[in-house]
């Protein structure tokens, strides 16, 4: 029996098991039910007494030697055949989409670099506003229409009534309250309005606030800043048009058109056959809101702007239902890869 033990043992470690196939017919010849070892196991009861534990020693050795030679080549091969796979260098790779950018992110991020090269800073501030912030400090009387619940977004948070910012204007005060002039800075966000959601009005769009304070700036400073924009922003060929308007935050005021560049101006159905498209408000800052932010304005002036940036990625894009850029279509989204 000793003999036997010895000679299986022998054939164990010298047994090569090269793949999965000779692994398992291993396992079934040495290991299994009705296996090698488990047969001499069973020849135990016809040795002599005396003998019996020294064998059973023997037995359980081989036992053990036969399960760590089939444990240690099951691991080697599996992880050979990893690594086999990892060398696989004809298997074709997996395709990785490239995403694409926001076309709002691609239209924010031009505007301002464009106003960072004639020196704009960036500044952001809160969407959920205070009254102060978003009315008071910018002029607008008590019972002026947009603060009504028809345009404005109110939201009770503790014991302040707050609202969604209807407008960037927001920042140009926290802005003036935290900083000294000169000011020059650009605010992009997002603002809330109370509309019913369709192609040319929705209940958020996004903003861009400019605001320049420093001793004697002038509304020609104001239209030269406009026009460096629109022409950086649409080509060489782009004209600006300004129309009286009002605000409560600026005096004067006005809104500016940009040569519709769809049509060149000849007119089409997206300027209405003007030639001509709305794309921002402006103005000079009134004394009052440069006073109530501790500005002196007898010895400051200034000039504030906010444009939509959903118009000028419309006229960008060719873009015309708003609610286009909140939809997260892949097909819509995908189209705008490779901007900057
Ligand atoms: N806040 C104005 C709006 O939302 C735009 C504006 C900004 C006008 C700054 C004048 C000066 O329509």
Redesign the pocket.
């Known amino acids: 029996m000793k003999e036997k033990i010895d000679e299986i043992k022998q054939k164990i470690v010298a047994s090569t098991i090269q793949n999965g196939e000779e692994l398992e017919s291993f396992r079934i010849k040495y290991l299994g039910s009705k296996g090698i070892i488990k047969d001499l196991f069973s020849g135990l009861k016809e040795v002599a007494n005396e003998q019996k534990r020294e064998v059973g020693q023997l037995l359980n050795g081989l036992r053990t030697l036969a399960q760590e030679k089939f444990d240690s080549r099951k691991e080697e091969l599996v992880s050979e055949d990893g690594e086999a796979s990892k060398l696989d260098v004809s298997r074709p790779g997996d395709p990785i989409e490239i995403g694409a950018r926001h076309p709002l992110s691609l239209v924010r991020s031009e505007i301002i670099e464009i106003f960072s090269r004639i020196g704009f800073s960036v500044s952001e501030g809160p969407e959920i506003e205070d009254d102060w912030h978003n009315f008071s400090a910018?002029n607008f009387p008590p019972e002026h229409p947009a603060r009504d619940m028809q345009d404005t977004f109110f939201i009770e948070k503790g014991e302040k009534e707050m609202a969604l910012r209807?407008?960037?204007?927001s920042v140009?005060v926290r802005v003036m309250e935290n900083e000294k002039p000169p000011i020059r800075t650009i605010s992009p966000g997002r603002?809330y309005r109370n509309e019913a959601i369709s192609a040319r009005a929705h209940c958020f769009f996004h903003?861009v606030?400019?605001?320049y304070i420093d001793k004697d700036v002038s509304f020609a400073d104001l239209k030269q800043t406009l026009l460096y924009f629109a022409k950086e922003m649409f080509g060489e060929k782009a004209q600006i048009r300004l129309r009286p308007?009002y605000?409560p935050?600026?005096e004067p005021?006005?809104?500016v058109d940009i040569s519709c560049t769809i049509c060149n101006s000849k007119g089409c159905n997206v300027c209405k056959y003007t030639g001509w498209l709305e794309i921002?408000?402006?103005?000079m800052?009134d004394p009052n809101v440069l006073e109530g932010s501790n500005i002196d304005s007898k010895e400051y002036s200034g000039?504030?702007?906010?444009?939509?940036v959903e118009r000028i990625a419309q006229l960008k894009y060719r873009v015309n239902d708003l609610r286009l850029y909140s939809e997260n279509d892949v097909r819509f989204l995908k189209q705008f890869k490779g901007g900057i």
Do not use: D, K, R, Y
Request: charged share 5%; glycine share 18%; hydrophobic share 40%.
């Open positions: 910018l209807t407008h960037t204007s140009q603002v903003q606030e400019g605001l308007s605000f935050f600026t005021s006005a809104e921002l408000g402006c103005g800052v000039f504030a702007f906010g444009m939509g």
